[in-house]
């Protein structure tokens, strides 16, 4: 008989892997993902078997689910005063649902503060993470207690510890040693059964927790339509919905029941439980989402758009650091110097930094040189903690704005005759530049020399230095310059146009409008000569003019050689 015992144990581990196949039939184009799928989740059915008889304890789930969340929260930024605010709300609505849950475990609650992350998973022991972008594609706290719930279902239920427990198995390691698991392994979803049941048990505690069933249809719905969006835009990613996010949602719907049957399956409890129907709750961190669109509007340049999303935001929620950033680049984009510099003033309420405080002091000198110095120092005088180097460079910038030029000689007179510490060529080539605003091009040149020797590669001196030797028309200076200093991204569309109005002044204007054309396509402030007139020279301003009606004019008379 014992010859005959691994034959009777092998054939009924073949019939159970026949019958949870068929149990799991799914409509699904035939494909070898499918089949992967189904081979990996009958091998996980099949894993499952003995994990349930022996199970760790509670004290051992929650001691590994603790060391797990450490290690992946130490991987997390510093967070921002609204990204801990809805930390603290999802704990609020998470708290209420778990306190129905039968495992009493100590569950905390998590926020991913990443946009493009479209998921929530949850880890042994009590731990529950939500992604941003999860969070922006609802509009009520009953689809966010949907969600909740329903991971906390699979803590309850001890998918997340039986997860552990097939690693251990796969791995062969010891349990302490599972703290190093990665947390893929809890994103990537469980099997359909598992699923489908964290949705029913999920969807009770909230109905339980006085939420509406219609949260969890609602949030189904929501994934359907991301589903399909999906779908249709796999091979050619928008802009509404970048790579990062279709990879997320990529591995979601690989992972999960389709959102069809989730919805029918919570419509057939719907009606077999009687649960009343009932008016969802608004959500409370909505202002997020907003952000998010608001972000994405001013990364694609659509700067009015972005604007309106961000005031749209601080309606909801005044005084947000991330809004009123958001608003003030798209208003000072749009060469709305006056409300970009209340809003920065508002920003500098919140937080202090020296990119803020320049930021501040250029959409005061752009909206008025005149009285631009006299309203940063009252904001100054404000608090003593202000007044530093930095903003006594700033204040002699100003006043030389204004006509007063003996403070900024003094303090570039300063700057050389002593060793420069670490910040000095950066405080040389802010001086420099406010010279060069002023107009006094020579003296820009000087100064802009000294901080290019000094930091040879920084990008932003660089292409300051090479604005200021156009101004002395030592064009072949300023390309060689601009050769020196390469980079990419917001600063790159900077180099370009300086390449071409350097170009076009030395009579190159073939190769000077091929440059214009794209720093004007990446670039759209360009084109509001406001914005150019207040930050750059006539020169510049002339220049960017004359080349704008010269590309017209190719355009119409030349349309297949125009730029």
């Not at 929650?62 to 967070?79: P, V, W």
């Not at 997860?163 to 392994?185: D, H, M, N, T, W």
């Not at 919905?241 to 919570?266: C, D, K, N, W």
């Not at 006299?374 to 930095?390: L, M, P, V, Y």
Request: proline share 4%; glycine share 6%; hydrophobic share 40%.
């Amino acid at each position: 008989m014992k010859r005959w015992t691994p034959f009777i144990g092998i054939l009924l581990l073949a019939l159970t892997a026949i019958v949870i196949a068929e149990r799991r039939k799914v409509d699904a184009q035939p494909s070898a993902s499918t089949l992967l799928y189904l081979v990996a989740d009958t091998e996980q059915e099949l894993t499952r078997m003995p994990v349930r008889f022996t199970r760790m304890s509670d004290n051992e789930e929650i001691a590994i689910g603790n060391e797990l969340a450490r290690n992946y929260s130490s991987a997390q930024s510093q967070r921002r005063p609204e990204e801990l605010e809805v930390e603290s709300y999802l704990t609020e609505v998470g708290m209420r649902l778990a306190s129905g849950a039968h495992r009493k475990l100590p569950y905390r609650f998590h926020f991913i503060p990443d946009q493009y992350f479209i998921n929530a998973f949850a880890l042994p022991g009590g731990h529950v993470y939500v992604g941003d972008g999860l969070l922006e594609l609802m509009d009520s706290e009953d689809e966010l207690a949907s969600v909740l719930g329903h991971e906390i279902e699979h803590i309850d239920h001890y998918h997340c510890a039986e997860r552990v427990q097939q690693e251990q198995a796969l791995r062969k390691i010891p349990l302490g040693g599972l703290v190093g698991l990665p947390i893929e392994i809890f994103e990537a979803g469980y099997s359909k059964d598992q699923e489908l049941e964290a949705d029913r048990e999920g969807t009770q505690l909230a109905v339980q927790s006085g939420y509406s069933a219609n949260g969890a249809i609602r949030m189904f719905e929501t994934f359907q339509r991301v589903y399909e969006e999906y779908q249709g835009r796999a091979r050619s990613p928008q802009d509404e919905l970048a790579q990062v996010a279709m990879q997320t949602l990529s591995g979601y719907f690989r992972s999960h029941p389709l959102p069809s049957e989730r919805i029918a399956q919570i419509r057939t409890l719907i009606a077999s439980r009687k649960w009343p129907p009932r008016p969802e709750h608004d959500l409370k961190v909505a202002y997020m989402a907003w952000n998010n669109k608001a972000g994405r509007a001013l990364y694609q340049s659509k700067y009015a758009e972005a604007e309106q999303l961000a005031k749209h935001s601080l309606q909801m929620r005044p005084g947000q650091q991330r809004a009123l950033e958001l608003l003030a680049r798209a208003q000072f984009a749009q060469a709305e110097f006056v409300e970009a510099a209340q809003s920065y003033r508002q920003l500098l309420d919140i937080q202090s930094s020296d990119g803020l405080i320049d930021s501040y002091a250029l959409a005061l000198a752009a909206s008025d040189r005149q009285s631009a110095s006299q309203a940063f120092r009252q904001w100054i005088d404000q608090s003593a903690q202000h007044r530093n180097t930095h903003t006594e460079m700033i204040e002699a910038g100003l006043d030389l704005l204004a006509g007063g030029p003996l403070r900024a000689r003094q303090l570039a007179s300063d700057l050389r005759s002593r060793t420069l510490t670490a910040e000095g060529p950066t405080l040389m080539a802010d001086l420099g530049w406010w010279f060069y605003m002023a107009g006094d091009y020579a003296f820009a040149v000087d100064l802009l020399s000294e901080a290019v020797q000094q930091r040879p590669g920084d990008v932003q001196i660089g292409t300051r230095y090479s604005w200021a030797l156009i101004e002395l028309r030592r064009y072949n200076d300023a390309l060689e310059n601009m050769n020196r200093v390469y980079t990419e991204g917001a600063a790159e569309h900077e180099r370009v146009m300086a390449r071409a109005v350097t170009l076009w002044n030395a009579q190159q204007q073939q190769e000077a409008l091929a440059k214009f054309s794209s720093a004007e396509a990446t670039q759209p402030e360009w084109k509001n000569r406001r914005w150019v007139s207040a930050l750059y020279s006539p020169t510049v301003v002339d220049s960017v003019d004359a080349m704008r009606k010269e590309s017209e004019r190719l355009r119409k008379t030349h349309p297949q050689t125009a730029p």
